[in-house]
């Protein structure tokens, strides 16, 4: 095994038997993120490589644990996993699908609003995959635009994929809930709820309030609460008021009030929730269950590569697509008829039922 404490040390190399590494994407405080090919079906997957756990046994434990349940994750606004491993020298590896597509955070950039529509949109989506993580005991901890890819649909409608489930809580070191293994704080402070300033209590309401502070930024071009060290952040998270959203259509400002509570009971009781109200808000934002189910990453060919640096996740190698076949396409299975395939059944039906009356004649 080449040296894994070198980002570029990987190029070359072949994780778990048939990863061949043949880039690198970009690296972060807790490993690298690379392209690579899955021989010998020729599949570009993307392989972050979390670094040689060594006598970290905790660590260790909390990856394999937290992969069987992460890998449960199906929702079309998360990523597909494919498989993870651990090579001879304690190198932990995940293997997920390569994304294509752009940051939230480059679409916001420079205080940039979207258009009410869009911004409760892309929260919908966002929502539609915490709540099934959260049925699964799933807490992402870390909701910000660095971790929402935006990419395009199967239909070419917009649509959002999102990033690192798993990671904060798989890094964390459970005799203290605030900072990580390697010493480092868990969350980002203008996004951090008040209870996760204190590392008491999260929970999935932990997520609603930062995906708040994310609508909120999305509509009103700035951060609710920011200020010049993160310290001051984390205390105007926990008393300051709400500030003003002007621009922002009073039933989606309601939203936010409730999302942004400072008391996790006093926010929605779950994503489902905090979904058919933003909804019930703004109608014309609200996507069919269908549509949403039928989004893919698709995205536009001059996009660039954003491959997360995230999920410490296995979907065991069973559930990874056999060589030949669409990685949205479960073995054994035909994806569901579009209106058009029905109709051609319909008509072939009505043919062969009047042929046969013609021959009974």
């Known amino acids: 095994m080449r040296n894994a404490a070198d980002p570029e040390g990987l190029i070359g190399a072949v994780l778990g038997g048939k990863y061949r590494v043949t880039g690198l994407i970009g690296k972060g405080g807790f490993g690298a993120v690379y392209r690579a090919v899955q021989d010998p079906v020729g599949r570009e997957v993307a392989v972050k490589v979390i670094g040689r756990v060594g006598d970290d046994h905790g660590l260790r434990t909390r990856f394999f644990r937290e992969a069987q349940v992460l890998s449960r994750l199906k929702d079309s606004a998360t990523v597909t996993l494919f498989d993870y491993g651990e090579e001879s020298d304690g190198t932990l590896y995940m293997v997920q699908e390569l994304v294509l597509g752009r940051p939230l955070s480059a679409v916001i950039a420079r205080g940039a609003r979207l258009e009410p529509q869009r911004a409760v949109r892309i929260t919908i989506q966002v929502l539609h995959a915490l709540e099934e993580a959260h049925e699964l005991g799933v807490v992402h901890r870390d909701i910000k635009p660095a971790n929402i890819m935006v990419t395009r649909g199967r239909e070419g409608d917009e649509a959002v994929r999102v990033l690192d489930f798993g990671v904060a809580k798989l890094l964390v070191d459970p005799s203290d809930g ?54 001051e952040t984390m205390m105007m998270h926990r008393k300051a008021p709400l500030p003003a959203m002007e621009g922002v259509p009073e039933p989606i400002a309601e939203v936010l009030r409730t999302a942004l509570a400072k008391k996790p009971d006093d926010r929605f009781a779950g994503a489902r929730a905090m979904r058919k109200a933003l909804e019930q808000a703004f109608p014309s934002a609200a996507m069919p269950s269908d549509m949403h189910a039928a989004q893919t990453s698709a995205p536009p060919a001059d996009e660039t590569v954003r491959t997360p640096i995230e999920l410490p996740v296995r979907s065991v190698e069973a559930s990874a697509p056999p060589a030949g076949q669409p990685a949205d396409q479960t073995a054994g299975i035909a994806p569901p008829a579009g209106p058009d395939q029905r109709l051609l059944y319909a008509v072939i039906v009505v043919l062969a039922i009047a042929l046969i009356i013609a021959l009974l004649r």
């Open 178 to 231: 605030y900072r990580t293994t390697r010493g480092q704080t868990v969350g980002t402070p203008t996004y951090m709820a008040p209870e996760q300033t204190k590392a008491k209590g999260i929970g999935p309401a932990t997520d609603l309030y930062a995906l708040g502070i994310l609508l909120y930024r999305m509509l009103v071009g700035r951060l609710p609460y920011k200020a010049d060290s993160h310290f």
